[in-house]
């Protein structure tokens, strides 16, 4: 058993969650993630305009037309 603290009616009251239905939420979660994965995957392969850019970005970068990571940065403004 795992125990939790919960407030009820601003009272905190400790609940017992069997560890078999902690590992089925864990299991979920994952398999909806993998999901999520798997369909951000899909949607953009489908996606002529963002396949036309990654080939874009694949031969300039493979033909050596690259920037340094810090002058973006600097452009975005991000430390």
């Given at each position: 058993?795992?125990?939790?603290?919960?407030?009820?009616?601003?009272?905190?009251?400790?609940?017992?969650?069997?560890?078999?239905?902690?590992?089925?939420?864990?299991?979920?979660?994952r398999?909806?993630?993998?999901?999520?994965?798997?369909?951000e995957?899909?949607?953009?392969?489908?996606?002529?305009?963002?396949?036309?850019?990654?080939?874009?970005?694949?031969?300039?970068?493979?033909?050596?037309?690259?920037?340094?990571?810090?002058?973006?940065?600097?452009?975005?403004?991000?430390?």
């Amino acid at each position: 058993m795992i125990c939790f603290l919960q407030e009820v009616t601003g009272m905190p009251k400790t609940i017992e969650v069997p560890e078999s239905l902690i590992k089925k939420i864990s299991k979920a979660t994952r398999a909806f993630q993998e999901l999520e994965d798997e369909l951000e995957d899909f949607l953009l392969l489908s996606d002529p305009e963002f396949l036309t850019k990654m080939r874009c970005a694949r031969t300039n970068h493979t033909a050596g037309r690259v920037r340094p990571i810090e002058a973006l940065k600097k452009e975005l403004c991000i430390d």
